[in-house]
């Protein structure tokens, strides 16, 4: 039988970074064993579900790059089919109606958690004779499921786990109002589509046996299930905001590459030996179901900084002027011909050290500003004193320069330097300085090479007194 994997998320908010991990892990499985990744939006939450979530939700997955086989799939379209489900059980005696009232169901909780007993609702409907039914009073569907027994599932990362069935309630199926509940929906739309394992954090593991007995309820066979651990925050605690728990759309706005974030994601609760650094191809590859570990795993943002330093200085040149371009924008600088041209021939010296792509605009910015260029404090201390006419100076001798590349210019630099019996540095720092506006930058004889002879001359002329 062919795998199909499914990614089922609930569209009242954005594609958080959770969701991404069970995402790329459905992706990835499914993608090793040649099987398909299929899409399902669960938005049959009318009031919290909106179209600005839908929209993150997908944009998210395409960034990250998982695509996704056949059309998705909108959950809150099938409401017919998972009620006809529902229907079908009460038909074969397998569901039955309930009556009772908020009052009662809130009294019955009440009464049950007193006495420690899992098994919330009494089940006082359930082989009632309808005829007892109060007048106008609009039922709920309930499944009749086993009172006697356990629920046994093989997952395939928490290993065989149980639960006795005096544990389980008699879940509600439909609403009064008719509509299907998420357990029923769940079930119906994974059998439809095919879905043969499914994989998600553990906290659905309690659904999952609620969901095995409504499969059987319904003579389907139940996929096989892998519960992964949930991700926590550094400090060991519930994943939050100030942690990291964000949309994916913020690492993206945080200058974050796809392929840096996928790669985190992978190494958070599964290894393949002591690999850190792991390509799509290789994940492909690789993962399996068994290297997911039990333990959760703990988000860490200096790693994922880490790991997007190394993706972004092995990328290409001319993606990461493209990539780069919507930071510059946002610091107030236009990527226009120029600029690009620029950054592509300087990029190999400014992708050394940045580590997201915010920190790459910054510091490429200066090829890209108009003259005059602005300050930092300390380029502006180092243009004091006598750094002007020592500007002054080592403007003629580089007018001078016939070949106007890196080692001519840093030898007429040295030249003009040692002519002047001054030290190197005494040079190059307002050098520096008034070429990039910092005091912290590529070498400046590359600078100079990539911002050209009449760029480069103008800057210097603009402090040399």
Known sequence: MSVVTRFAPSPTGFLHIGGARTALFNWLYARHCGGRFLLRIEDTDRARSTDEAKAAILDGLAWLGLDWDGDVVYQSERAAIHAAA???????????????????????????????????????????????????????????APLEGETVIADAVQGEVRVANDQLDDMVLLRADGSPTYMLSVVVDDHDMGVTQIIRGDDHLTNSFRQTLLY????????????????????????????????????????????AVRNYLLRLGWSHGDEEVISTEQAIEWFDLDAIGR????????????????????????????AVAPFLAALGVEAGAVCRARLEAGMAGLKER?????????????????????????????????????LAGCLGHLEAVGDWSAEPLEAAVRAFAAAGDLKLGKVAQPLRAALTGSN??????????????????????????
């Open 86 to 144: 529902a229907q079908a059980l009460l038909d074969k005696g397998l569901a039955y109606r309930c009556y009772a009232s908020p009052d009662e169901l809130t009294a019955m909780r009440e009464e049950a958690r007193s006495a420690g007993r899992a098994r919330l609702y009494d089940g006082r409907w359930r082989d009632r004779d309808p005829s007892e039914a109060p007048a106008g009073v609009d039922p709920v569907i309930r499944l009749k």
């Open 354 to 390: 940045a580590k997201t792509l915010i920190e790459l605009a910054e510091s490429a910015a200066f090829y890209c500003r108009a003259r005059p260029l602005p300050l930092s404090d300390k380029a502006a201390s180092l243009l004091d004193g006598e750094a002007p006419a020592i």
């Open 216 to 259: 059987r309820a319904l003579g389907w066979e139940s996929p096989k299930f892998a519960h992964i651990p949930l991700i926590h925050g550094p400090d060991g605690a519930k994943m939050s905001k100030r942690h990291g728990a964000l949309g994916v759309e913020a690492y993206r706005d945080m200058g974050f590459l796809p392929e």
């Open 295 to 322: 333990s959760p795993s703990r988000f860490d943002m200096a790693k994922l900084s880490n790991l997007n330093g190394h993706y972004i200085r092995e990328a290409e040149d001319a993606r990461l002027v493209e």
């Open 440 to 465: 912290a930058s590529p070498g400046i004889f590359e600078v100079m090479a990539v911002l050209g002879r009449d760029e480069s001359l103008a800057r210097i002329a603009d402090h040399a007194g």
